[in-house]
C-alpha cells in the first residue's frame, strides 16, 4: 500500500499566472479582493504578480502596486525574469522571487528570447545575490515534460536542470507540466526521481489541465512524496508562449481531493469558491472546474 503525506501545501498561483493570459483587463482593486478572499481561505503562500514588461504582458502592468497592496500573509512570491524585475521588485519590498527557465531551448527562446544556457548563465549570479541577502528563491523549472515545440523531454534533462539550480542554493523548485501532456506514470516516475536525488529542497509539482489529467498528475505526484503543489482558483491560465495549454489544475478541485482523503490543507472550501466568484466575471472563458459548478448548481 502506498503512503501519502498527511498535509499538503497548496501555492495559489490565481493572481499571477491565473491571470497572465487573460485578454480582459482586470481591475487593480479586482485583483486585491481576489488576493485578500484567497487569504481568509487560508491560503499561505502565493505567486501575487511579475514584473515584466508591461509590453508582453499587459496584464501584470500594477505588479507594484499589487505588492504595495496586498495584505502580508505568509510567503508571497512575485516573478522575476532578469536582473531589472528582481531591482523593481525589490523597490516594492518583494521578499520572496521566483524565477523560471525552460527546459526547452526552442519554448525558452520563444518566451525571453535566450537558450537555457544564456538564461542559466543570466541567473546564476541574480539568484546568488538574492540568496546572499536572505530572500527566499523558487526557480520554476518549465516544459519539464512535453514542449510544444519539440515534444516529449528527457526527465534526465530536467534532472541536470534542476542540480545546477540546487548548486547555487534554491530554496525550492517548481516542476511544471507547461502545456499539459503528462500522464500521471510520468508524474510519479519524475517526482521520484526528484525526491530521491534532491531531499534538502523544497519540490513543488505545478499542472496544467489541457487533457483533463491534472488531478490526476497530482495523486501520482503524491504518491512520489511530493507534498507542494502550485494550483490556480478557478482553473485560471496559461502561457502566452506555449500555444494548447489550458488553465492550470484548479485549487477548488484539488483542495477537494485532499479533504475526500483526508489530507489537510487549511483551505477552507466554501471561502475558496468565494474567491472564485469575485474574479470569475472577469475571465475570458467560463469557469468550469468541478467543485465551482456544484457549488453553482446548489
Given amino acids: 500500500m502506498f503512503s501519502l503525506p498527511k498535509k499538503v501545501t497548496i501555492i495559489e ?8 493570459n487573460e485578454k480582459n483587463e482586470v481591475p487593480t482593486e479586482v485583483k486585491l479582493a481576489f488576493i485578500e478572499k484567497l487569504q481568509v481561505a487560508g491560503v499561505e503562500e502565493m505567486e501575487l504578480t511579475s514584473f515584466v514588461s508591461p509590453k508582453w504582458v499587459p496584464q501584470m502592468k500594477d505588479a507594484k502596486e499589487i505588492v504595495g497592496c496586498a495584505k502580508k500573509v505568509g510567503r508571497q512570491f512575485v516573478l522575476t525574469p ?4 528582481v531591482e523593481l521588485a525589490k523597490e516594492a519590498n518583494a521578499s520572496s522571487f521566483a524565477v523560471f527557465v525552460g527546459v526547452s531551448n526552442t519554448f525558452n527562446k520563444k518566451n525571453i528570447n535566450k537558450t537555457t544556457e544564456e538564461s542559466m548563465h543570466e541567473l546564476k549570479p541574480i539568484v546568488e545575490k538574492l540568496l546572499v541577502e ?3 528563491v523558487r526557480a520554476c523549472i518549465s516544459t519539464a515534460f512535453y514542449c510544444p515545440y519539440e515534444g516529449k523531454i528527457e526527465p534526465a534533462k530536467v534532472l541536470e536542470l534542476c542540480s545546477e539550480f540546487v548548486s547555487w542554493g534554491v530554496d525550492e523548485l517548481s516542476v511544471a507540466d507547461t502545456i499539459g501532456m503528462a500522464n500521471p506514470q510520468e508524474s510519479y516516475m519524475l517526482f521520484e526521481a526528484l525526491k530521491k536525488e534532491f531531499p534538502n529542497t523544497l519540490i513543488t509539482a505545478h499542472f496544467h489541465d489541457t487533457r483533463k489529467m491534472g488531478v490526476a498528475n497530482i ?5 512520489a512524496g511530493v507534498d507542494r503543489f502550485d494550483t490556480s482558483a478557478g482553473g485560471l491560465g496559461g502561457c502566452p508562449f506555449a500555444p494548447g495549454a ?3 489544475v484548479a485549487t477548488e478541485d484539488v483542495v477537494n481531493m485532499l479533504k475526500q482523503m483526508d489530507i489537510e490543507t487549511n483551505i477552507n472550501l466554501d471561502t475558496l ?3 472564485v466568484d469575485i474574479i470569475a466575471p472577469y475571465a475570458t472563458r467560463p469557469i468550469e472546474t468541478g467543485m465551482y459548478r456544484l457549488s453553482k448548481s446548489k
Avoid at 495523486?219 to 504518491?223: E, I, K, T, V
Fill in 13 to 20: 498561483v490565481g493572481p499571477r499566472d491565473g491571470l497572465q
Fill in 273 to 275: 469558491i468565494q474567491a
Fill in 219 to 223: 495523486f501520482s505526484a503524491l504518491q
Fill in 246 to 248: 489550458t488553465g492550470n
Fill in 82 to 85: 532578469n536582473a531589472k524585475g
Fill in 134 to 136: 536572505g530572500h527566499f
